[in-house]
């Protein structure tokens, strides 16, 4: 098992920044590749980001590429996402996922471990 707990979401008006922390506990985090997903109310779980177990791959979706930064820090046990030049779409519930293989997807089927998630909210 692994234990997920994002941490960081809150309020921030368009244009701000926010940093997403996940920490993990259990079985070695630096097995696992690392994959953030948001949903919005009323919509699916979409993939976000994701990382390599060494983080030397990162991965992103088309809506957040240049704006969104996925990193780990491995000694820490510890996911990030940093959000720059938030948009009110961006709003959702943002859930960290760690996937046992070595290359990591953008379904959320794949992923066999979940945070509870953090909200993030942005205003216009």
């Known amino acids: 098992q692994v234990q997920l707990v994002e941490s960081g979401g809150g309020l921030v008006q368009a244009g701000g920044s926010l940093r997403l922390s996940c920490a993990a506990s259990?079985?070695?985090?630096?097995?696992?590749?690392m994959g953030w997903f948001r949903q919005a109310p009323g919509k699916k779980r979409d993939f976000v980001a994701a990382?390599?177990?060494?983080?030397?791959?990162?991965y992103y979706a088309d809506s957040v590429k240049g704006r969104f930064t996925i990193s780990r820090d491995n000694a820490k046990n510890t996911l990030y996402l940093q959000m720059n030049s938030l948009k009110p779409e961006d709003t959702a519930v943002y859930y960290c996922?760690?996937?046992?293989?070595?290359?990591?997807?953008?379904?959320?089927?794949?992923?066999?471990?979940w945070g509870q998630g953090t909200q993030v909210t942005v205003s216009s």
């Open positions: 990382i390599t177990w060494s983080g030397g791959n990162t």
């Open positions: 996922a760690a996937d046992a293989r070595p290359t990591p997807t953008t379904r959320s089927g794949n992923y066999e471990f």
């Open positions: 259990g079985r070695t985090f630096r097995n696992y590749a």
